[in-house]
C-alpha cells in the first residue's frame, strides 16, 4: 500500500518538525523519523489502530503527542491530518467531507 498525505497533512508535520528543530537542534529530524516509522506502520498493519469517525482511523505516535490520522481507499493510505492530541478533536473533518 502506498502513502497519500493530504496537503494540510503535508503542512502540519512540517510545522511541527520546525517547532521541535527550535526546541532542541535535532529534536525535528527525530520527529520527521517517528512520522516515517507511523507511515511503515500503518502500511503493515493498517487495520490495527482505532476507529474514528466514519472510516478514518487514528494510529498514536510514540514519544510525541500526534495522531495520524487516516483511512484506507482500496491500496492507498490516505493521511488526512497529523493532528497535536490537545488541538481540537475533529477539526480536521471539514477536509474530508467530500470523500
Known amino acids: 500500500m502506498r502513502i497519500r498525505l493530504d496537503l494540510a497533512a503535508k503542512q502540519e508535520i512540517s510545522q511541527a518538525a520546525a517547532f521541535y528543530e527550535e526546541c532542541r537542534e535535532g529534536l525535528g529530524q527525530e520527529f520527521l523519523h517517528a512520522i516515517e516509522s507511523a507511515f511503515d506502520q500503518i502500511q503493515q498493519h493498517p487495520t490495527v489502530w482505532r476507529g474514528l ?47
Open 53 to 99: 469517525k466514519g472510516r478514518f482511523r487514528r494510529y498514536l505516535l510514540q514519544r510525541y503527542p500526534y495522531g495520524v490520522i487516516y483511512t484506507i481507499e482500496g491500496e492507498t493510505i490516505f493521511v488526512a491530518a497529523v493532528m497535536h492530541l490537545k488541538r481540537k478533536p475533529g477539526y480536521w473533518v471539514s477536509r474530508v467531507t467530500s470523500r
